[in-house]
């Protein structure tokens, strides 16, 4: 179990969808049973498998999500970001954690042991009818990954893998919107189950086109729009019409 070196501020808790609709005594119970700690770069924070002995959620950084099939080959689940949970819905589930928790860069954590927040649910019933709102979103999350695999081309699920990036961890950027932490294009090909040279072939392409920056650990989108638009399958727009003598 990680080991707690911060105190908790009430305020880390304002945002997270599973609190929403506590007051401030829910929030002054929940946050006093709950630890902080720093999470470097690279620490795994629970690993597939593992026994569910604690629930998480991002205060600051990035946490990747990832799982392994029976033949090694690895899927990127999701990314996590400030405000959000993870292991969480674990709890009701066995079998342990379905995926790896991994820092992605240098994170700050807020967690709570699984006992401890099934007393919380119990106290607080709005806990847990947020948590089966989270599990809900989750779940029609994983049925639009499920079609995308299913139906979708392989660019048009790069690109809508990218599109979900850059609306969750989008900065703006010189020229464009970069995603705010570090992404291979391994993690890609990961994400939508592909490999690492079609992913490679894709975003080369993509940026000869203007469409995309990529180098070994970043991303910048040069043309949202387009970027879009292939991500929805969308007709390329005509060129303009040439101007008359």
Same mark, same amino acid.
């Given at each position: 179990?990680?080991?707690?070196?911060?105190?908790?501020?009430?305020?880390?808790?304002?945002?997270?969808?599973?609190?929403?609709?506590?007051?401030?005594?829910?929030?002054?119970?929940?946050?006093?049973?709950?630890?902080?700690?720093?999470?470097?770069?690279?620490?795994?924070?629970?690993?597939?498998?593992?026994?569910?002995?604690?629930?998480?959620?991002?205060?600051?950084?990035?946490?990747?999500?990832?799982?392994?099939?029976?033949?090694?080959?690895?899927?990127?689940?999701?990314?996590?970001?400030?405000?959000?949970?993870?292991?969480?819905?674990?709890?009701?589930?066995?079998?342990?954690?379905?995926?790896?928790?991994?820092?992605?860069?240098?994170?700050?954590?807020?967690?709570?042991?699984?006992?401890?927040?099934?007393?919380?649910?119990?106290?607080?019933?709005?806990?847990?009818?947020?948590?089966?709102?989270?599990?809900?979103?989750?779940?029609?999350?994983?049925?639009?990954?499920?079609? &995308?695999?299913?139906?979708?081309? !392989?660019?048009? @699920?790069?690109?809508? *893998? %990218? =599109?979900? #990036?850059?609306?969750?961890?989008?900065?703006?950027?010189?020229?464009?919107?970069?995603?705010?932490?570090?992404?291979?294009?391994?993690?890609?090909?990961?994400?939508?189950?592909?490999?690492?040279?079609?992913?490679?072939?894709?975003?080369?392409?993509?940026?000869?086109?203007?469409?995309? &920056?990529?180098?070994?650990?970043? !991303?910048?989108? @040069?043309?949202?729009? *387009? %970027? =879009?638009? #292939?991500?929805?399958?969308?007709?390329?727009?005509?060129?303009?019409?040439?101007?008359?003598?």
């Amino acid at each position: 179990m990680p080991h707690a070196s911060l105190r908790p501020d009430p305020a880390i808790l304002h945002g997270m969808s599973l609190f929403q609709g506590l007051d401030a005594a829910a929030h002054a119970d929940v946050i006093a049973k709950a630890h902080t700690r720093r999470v470097p770069r690279g620490e795994q924070i629970f690993a597939q498998g593992d026994p569910c002995h604690t629930c998480h959620a991002l205060i600051d950084g990035r946490v990747k999500i990832q799982q392994t099939g029976p033949d090694g080959g690895q899927a990127v689940m999701r990314f996590v970001g400030p405000g959000e949970m993870f292991g969480t819905l674990a709890m009701f589930m066995s079998g342990g954690y379905p995926a790896d928790a991994v820092a992605v860069v240098d994170s700050v954590e807020i967690f709570w042991s699984a006992e401890t927040m099934q007393g919380l649910m119990r106290r607080h019933p709005d806990i847990a009818l947020n948590s089966l709102t989270m599990l809900g979103a989750r779940l029609q999350e994983m049925q639009v990954r499920v079609r &995308e695999l299913s139906t979708a081309r !392989v660019e048009r @699920r790069v690109a809508g *893998a %990218l =599109v979900r #990036l850059v609306r969750q961890a989008g900065r703006r950027a010189e020229g464009g919107v970069e995603i705010d932490f570090p992404l291979s294009r391994q993690d890609v090909a990961e994400m939508t189950g592909t490999t690492l040279h079609t992913v490679s072939r894709i975003m080369s392409a993509w940026e000869e086109q203007g469409i995309v &920056e990529s180098g070994r650990q970043h !991303v910048i989108v @040069r043309k949202p729009h *387009a %970027l =879009v638009s #292939l991500a929805e399958d969308l007709p390329a727009p005509k060129p303009a019409p040439k101007p008359g003598p």
